[in-house]
């Protein structure tokens, strides 16, 4: 298995009690534990046993839920900007080129 977390050991190490404040989350169903890590190969969450060495996604490329959460919200917010830029130019199309029309059709 490999781990993309910078700082993080061959595999996941043990799981950490929920911080102040925060909510546990889903749990494996398997293991129990929290779902804190992502199976690249299977494009799935994962807990940390489920990771380790005798676990379902050994061999597999993981990385940290938090990580692909983020790389996630990068691709929508970058999809939302095209979109936005999208509706921008259908609109300066929209008042450059049919003035005078009826704009309800549009």
């Known amino acids: 298995m490999s781990v993309e977390s910078a700082g993080q050991g061959p595999w996941p190490g043990p799981e950490p009690g929920p911080g102040p404040g925060s909510e ?5 169903p398997e293991h ?5 890590w992502f199976c690249c190969s299977e494009q799935r969450p994962v807990c940390a046993a489920c990771a380790g060495l005798g676990g379902r996604c050994r ?4 990385r940290r ?4 959460a983020e790389e996630l919200r990068n691709k929508i917010v970058d999809q939302c900007e095209r ?3 999208q509706s921008a130019t259908i609109t300066k199309y929209v008042a450059d080129v049919l003035p005078g029309k009826n704009q309800r059709a549009v």
């Open 83 to 85: 979109l936005q830029l």
């Open 59 to 62: 061999g597999h490329r993981i």
């Open 24 to 28: 546990p989350g889903p749990l494996c």
């Open 65 to 68: 839920a938090e990580e692909r």
């Open 32 to 36: 129990g534990q929290a779902l804190r």
